[in-house]
């Protein structure tokens, strides 16, 4: 697509948006119904669902950033107790964490961030159902790092057996496999994945800010409060809005899915096996 083409995309309604990505993503899944083993269209299957699931929380962020609090997801309104396991935002980069509750304050919860340690306080409306993480690349042999009951503390180790809350591990120099919550335990990074972080985090360092939201000297402490909790939204705004541009490479997988799909023989919703499913959806 253009630059132009792009550029309109970012612009649009993020929950108009939504739709058209979900009736895509009908169409991928009855296709995959037809032809199970095609790798190309369960890969487009995913790409779709992490530009859903991108695009869903950049609605949210800015939903939130214009004050519409009515159309905050029922779920971020739910009430958690002590010892309760949930995501929570870190303020410091505007990104959700799987956390604990550990204690109740009057406008919101103390979490820890499980892997991490670190306690901090929360709003409300920064506390959302816990998410199992994503083990659909672990497998036995993966390497990964995984915190040590012994001394809590993070060490080599290759996966054995993945199950529902915990991982079995095989920590290096241990002939005994060890279960680990699943929480604690990480794939380990590669050389090249870190290397691009880093000059990812310098890019996002020299990225500008709002002059409305600068702090000056003469800035009342009301004044400093309002435009932090401001600037934070921005950020986090921000991020979002670049995870979804970052996403637009995937979505051109869309064109070839829908001239390929044309020759499915009868997909799940019973189109006519000639049927161009750009005749009535949007592309990418």
Not at 152 to 174: C, P, Q
Not at 233 to 259: A, G, L
Request: aromatic letters at 8%.
């Amino acid at each position: 697509q253009s630059r132009h083409a792009q550029a309109h995309m970012a612009d649009e309604d993020p929950s108009a948006k939504l739709v058209t990505y979900r009736q895509q993503l009908a169409q991928v899944e009855a296709a995959i119904e037809q032809d199970p083993g095609n790798r190309e269209w369960t890969k487009l299957k995913s790409d779709l669902m992490e530009v859903i699931a991108l695009t869903s929380e950049l609605a949210q962020v800015k939903a939130s950033t214009a004050g519409t609090s009515n159309e905050i997801n029922e779920a971020a309104l739910r009430t958690y107790t002590v010892g309760e396991k949930c995501q929570a935002m870190f303020e410091q980069d505007g990104n959700w964490y799987n956390a604990k509750i550990v204690a109740l304050a009057d406008d919101g919860y103390f979490v820890t961030f499980l892997g991490y340690g670190n306690t901090a306080q929360v709003e409300f409306n920064e506390v959302r159902p816990y998410a199992r993480p994503d083990t659909s690349s672990w497998h036995r042999g993966t390497e990964c790092n995984a915190v040590h009951s012994a001394d809590s503390r993070w060490y080599d180790a290759n996966i054995v057996e993945v199950r529902a809350s915990t991982v079995l591990v095989a920590f290096k120099g241990e002939s005994e496999s060890t279960e680990v919550e699943i929480d604690f335990v990480r794939l380990r990074a590669k050389k090249e994945e870190k290397r691009k972080e880093k000059v990812e985090e310098k890019v996002e360092e020299k990225a500008a800010l709002p002059k409305a939201l600068e702090i000056l000297p003469d800035d009342s402490e009301d004044t400093i409060a309002r435009k932090k909790k401001k600037l934070n939204m921005f950020k986090r705004q921000e991020k979002k809005e670049k995870e979804v541009t970052h996403s637009e490479d995937r979505r051109s997988s869309w064109q070839n899915f829908s001239k390929k799909s044309k020759t499915i023989s009868k997909a799940k919703n019973n189109h006519d096996p000639r049927w161009d499913p750009t005749r009535d959806h949007g592309e990418l």
